[in-house]
């Protein structure tokens, strides 16, 4: 098959949606339709269960399988369909985040009783700054749900984007009916069964005024779906797939994940409008999918479960050209080149040694140690990927050593950590110490777990007061260089060198800000 239709049938995507609201169960149901898996339950996801926080074997064991299902990728009608997996604790939001950096659109699952949760609004902030793409899932509609129109316009309000719903559901709880699919003017009917796949009850409808309506959902659902209907009419625009491409408009369905109901239309309409992969922007120029030569990033490293060997993988995703077995590429940062005799492919919950990979797939590559988060390999020439930022952390403590014998073990420890992007680090101006910076608790107590059972080492937190770390920047040298003077306690540098200023308070910050207007604050590495 030629590049340019290797590229046009591949989709890659992933699944957000704030914990408990139905992502595992709708990736699980995409996966049976691709005849990934053929059970129901075969897929467990990464996230590590409420209450579970502080038992470190069940983090272990997560990890192991989160490798497993990092990337599942299956065919559907000639479609090759990539979904990336993200973990649902969301104290690892970072993961998440970077993980967004490499795919070409998402899927928000929304649980309808609840609406939009604090989580898809973090993530939806991360997809506009790229404007990926997205769909949105309202899932549970088996339960009693907010009002369809009350739900799109909360969608529209609270994660900033127009929507068009593509499907509208007929009522919702014990009296839930089905839903008319708008895109394929059709009605389906609620069962609620496990077992149903790819051939759900579905009646064609393309004139809902017809009586026959009443009779499979009682002329007083019937009535209501007509006037419901007529409402979206007059109220959306019709479906502009540009606008959905450029980020700016999210079509919605509507369905019951762990029912498998709505999930086929859904994934019906994604792999007709949803993108093949997109150009890529680096430092240099934008790279073109279709481009001959290989190029890719790493947007995730892996650490072995095991700690006798204690390699990793890391995931590179494929911008452009065939990536090749054996073959020698350059590894931007070291300016190596380096071949990679047993990449590995991930198709469902399989990983296989492969030869080829083409834009979109992602290949998991054995590392040493030697790759960092943003590492670019290319067949010579030095380009750099961008929009692999770090997030300004929420949470700080300072990391000392609890043992003076494995000074060496500690340092080489926090590096590799913070390569693998588990969280970040700063040293501070004031008294050089190490600040370790988190979005999440649950990284502390990781971090610290595995600096024990990976490098031998010991750590030992004390508390530091910050409220945010911000990078700054300014074109006005006399007033960054007064104003570090000013905050020398508050400032620090991260892993690259660059400097942080460490706030106290939101009150702090909004003073600095105020009174050094030259100065830029940033809360993401990437400006
Ligand atoms: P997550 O990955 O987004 O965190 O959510 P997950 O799929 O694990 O789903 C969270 C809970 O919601 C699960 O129940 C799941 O069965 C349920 N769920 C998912 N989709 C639907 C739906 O369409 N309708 C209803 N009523 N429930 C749904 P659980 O009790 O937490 O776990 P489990 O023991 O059932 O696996």
Redesign the pocket.
Known sequence: MALIDEITRRRTFAVI?H????????TEKLLLFGGAIHVAGAVK?N?IKKGATSDFMEIERQRGISVATSVMGFNYKDVKINILDTP?HEDFAEDTYRTLTAVDSVII?IDGAKGVEAQTRKLMNVCRMRNTPVMVFI?????PCKDPFDLLDEVERELQIRVRPLAFPISSGDTFKGVYNIYEKNLSLFTSDERQTADASTVDFSDISSPELDTYISKQYADQLRENLDLVEAVYDEFDREAYLEGKLAPVFF?????NFGVRELLECFIRIAPSPRKSTTENRLVEPSEAKMTGFVFKIHANMDPNHRDRIAFMKICSGTFERNKNYLHVRSGKQLKFSSPTAFMAEKKSVIDFAYPGDIVGLHDTGTFKIGDTFTEGEKLKFTGIPSFSPELFRYIENADPMKFKQLAKGIDQLMDEGVAQLFTSNLNGRKIIGTVGQLQFEVIQYRLEHEYGAMCRWEPISIHKACWIESDNAEQLADFKRRKHSNMAVDKHGRDVFLADTSYALALAQENFKDIRFHFTSEF
């Open positions: 949606a914990p408990d609201a139905g992502k595992t169960t709708l996801s996230k649902g699952v899932n549970k509609l088996d339960r369905g019951s994940a762990v029912n």
